[in-house]
């Protein structure tokens, strides 16, 4: 727990929500900001501020529960899709430093999120770029 974080509060009831869904582990509630209606949050009940420091059997449990939360959602507002979105550090849009994933019901010509601007690597980036990946990766 972290006195300073708003989800942490959330966690200890200290700041209400309008629940979903919690077990031991994992806690989900509306957006307050909702891009689209029943945009969700789904967090870790205990506070790690990145994906990167959440614990394997962690990450497992908020994994676990997208899809049957996702599906819920999207029948209940009845939209044809939705995004799971997870930002990490500042620099990717992440506002509240505690681990939490975004489930966005999505509608045809609802104008979020449009295409991606797509790049392509040099000859030998590619491979460049796999290697040093693979140098760093600590599983
Ligand atoms: P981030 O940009 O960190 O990925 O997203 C944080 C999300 O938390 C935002 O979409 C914002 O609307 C939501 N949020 C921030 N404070 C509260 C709150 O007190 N209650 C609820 N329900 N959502 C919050
Ligand atoms: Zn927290």
Same mark, same amino acid.
């Given at each position: 727990?972290? &006195? ?11 700041? !209400? ?5 919690? &077990? &031991? ?5 509306? &957006?307050?900001? !909702? ?5 969700? =949050?789904? $967090?870790?009940?205990? #506070?790690?501020? %990145?994906?990167? #420091?959440? !614990?394997? *059997? =962690?990450?497992?449990? @908020? ?5 049957? $939360? ?9 939209? /044809? ?8 550090? !500042?620099?990717?849009?992440? @506002? ?8 966005? /019901? %999505?509608?045809?010509? *609802? ?7 797509? *790049? ?7 491979? %460049? $770029?796999?290697?040093?990946?693979? *140098?760093?990766?600590? $599983?």
């Amino acid at each position: 727990m972290s &006195d300073q974080c708003i989800f942490c509060e959330i966690v200890k009831g200290n700041i !209400p929500c309008a629940k979903i869904f919690e &077990d &031991d582990q994992v806690l989900s509630f509306l &957006d307050i900001g !909702p891009l689209s209606p029943g945009h969700c =949050l789904l $967090i870790s009940k205990k #506070h790690y501020a %990145r994906l990167e #420091h959440c !614990p394997a *059997d =962690l990450t497992a449990a @908020l994994a676990s529960r997208l899809g049957p $939360i996702a599906q819920a959602v999207i029948t209940a507002v009845n939209a /044809p899709g939705y995004n799971i979105l997870n930002n990490n550090h !500042p620099c990717a849009g992440q @506002l509240v430093e505690h681990v939490h994933f975004h489930i966005i /019901p %999505r509608n045809p010509n *609802d104008g979020l999120f449009g295409n991606w601007p797509a *790049d392509k690597y040099p000859a030998g980036e590619m491979e %460049r $770029i796999q290697q040093k990946i693979t *140098d760093s990766l600590a $599983i």
